[in-house]
């Protein structure tokens, strides 16, 4: 025992020392006042196991201390990267959130929590990040599972490991918009960017209403043109007749003259 807690608090040198001057005073406690050593082999035999445990004491004291300090190290960096995530997510103009699957006795899907929600999907969702966190979604947003049916998106999500990135219109809970939405499955739950693209939307209607106005101009003027066309024609007709009546004004008179010789 002694060489163990020499092991773990000053290192496996130290706990080395402490084996060799642990035989040293085992040897000597075996040696006859002589000065002749006891050498019996049930003597030999336990120091031989005396050494042999002390050494795997000191072996597995100090993997215990390596794999110690790894883990310290990789908590360490995680806690760091964690930290950068949130700094960096907090500081984007895009909505992020985390949510975590809530399940009922049999494995379905019932709701999710939020986890995590930065400023910009507060004020999009016109919540604080804070009143989201630790909350369930339905309970926060039913219109997730209505209308534009993202409940049901989201859970297909996690349950395929298909990502989406789609648009639509939400008009429920307050919020009424149009927005893009990005989902891909993170552990059990989903990792959601969303933004919203109303304004967009609205020129994307606008400029396909002028494109239709352009469209109804230039087929109205197409028919305007071809009518111009069919009274152009017309009065070629009528001014060829014409011109064949003037150049022969009494062709008539003399063709009803000779019948009547």
Same mark, same amino acid.
Request: charged content about 25%.
């Given at each position: ?64 201390? $390596? @794999?110690?300090? &790894?883990?310290?190290?990789? *908590? ?6 964690? %930290?950068?995530?949130?700094? +960096? !997510? ?32 507060? $004020? @999009?969702?016109? &919540?604080?990040?804070?009143? *989201? ?6 309970? %926060?947003?039913?219109?997730? +599972? !209505? ?32 927005? $893009? ?81």
């Amino acid at each position: 025992a002694a060489v163990a807690v020499v092991a773990f608090l000053y290192g496996w040198k130290c706990g080395a020392l402490a084996v060799l001057l642990g035989a040293f005073a085992v040897a000597w406690a075996w040696t006859a006042p002589s000065g002749a050593p006891l050498i019996e082999p049930q003597n030999l035999a336990a120091l031989a196991i005396f050494a042999a445990v002390s050494g795997g004491l000191i072996w597995a004291i100090q993997r215990h201390r $390596r @794999l110690q300090a &790894r883990s310290a190290d990789a *908590l360490h960096r995680l806690e760091i990267a964690e %930290r950068r995530f949130r700094v +960096a !997510q907090d500081a984007s103009e895009v909505a992020f959130t985390l949510l975590r699957a809530v399940r009922d006795g049999g494995g379905r899907i019932v709701d999710f929590e939020w986890t995590y929600a930065n400023p910009a999907a507060g $004020r @999009l969702l016109k &919540r604080a990040p804070e009143d *989201l966190v630790g909350r369930r979604l339905l309970a %926060r947003l039913p219109g997730n +599972a !209505q209308g534009a049916d993202l409940f049901q998106r989201y859970v297909r999500v996690v349950e395929t490991g298909e990502s989406h990135d789609i648009e639509l219109h939400y008009a429920a809970d307050g919020i009424d918009g149009w927005f $893009r939405n990005l989902a891909t499955k993170l552990e059990d739950g989903v990792a959601i960017w969303f933004m919203d693209v109303s304004s967009q939307k609205r020129l994307e209607a606008s400029l396909r209403a002028r494109s239709e106005e352009l469209q109804a101009e230039i087929a109205e003027r197409r028919r305007a043109e071809e009518d111009l066309k069919e009274a152009d024609r017309r009065k070629d007709v009528f001014l060829a007749t014409l011109a064949h009546e003037l150049r022969n004004p009494l062709a008539p008179v003399r063709n009803a003259a000779a019948l009547l010789r």
